[in-house]
Nanobody, 127 residues
């Protein structure tokens, strides 16, 4: 059974940091680009960050560039999202997702290109 399980969310204050993790099961996820998305109340799901299958290429939404870092730990089949300098605008449910195309060099912002999703983890940033 293919599964993505996010963890690491929580309630923090503005300026704090959080590290989200996405554990993957049931598929050779190391062969696939991975992405992080988020959805705030009343808003559409939006792309946050993506990483190639090798980890050598990353992409970020402008709103998080310079504050968030995506990485992957191949031996542990895990993808991380380090979030620094958090602001209330970062409050959302964060989802990790696996791109449908293996060996891809980029996990971009088009959600339709991802075929497996986690259940999400809540991040709340208070002012």
């Amino acid at each position: 059974q293919v599964q993505l399980v996010e963890s690491g969310g929580g309630l923090v204050q503005a300026g704090d940091s959080l590290r989200l993790s996405c554990a993957t099961f049931g598929r050779t996820f190391n062969n696939y680009p991975m992405g992080w998305f988020r959805q705030a109340p009343g808003k559409e799901r939006e792309f946050v960050a993506g990483i190639s299958w090798s980890g050598g290429t990353t992409a970020y939404a402008d709103s998080v560039k310079g504050r968030f870092t995506i990485s992957r730990d191949a031996p542990k089949n895990t993808v991380h999202l380090q979030m620094n300098s958090l602001s209330p605008e970062d409050t959302a449910v964060y989802y990790c997702a696996s791109h449908r195309t293996p060996w891809g060099t980029m996990a971009g912002p088009n959600a339709a290109q991802y075929d497996y999703w986690g259940q999400g983890t809540q991040v709340t940033v208070s002012s």
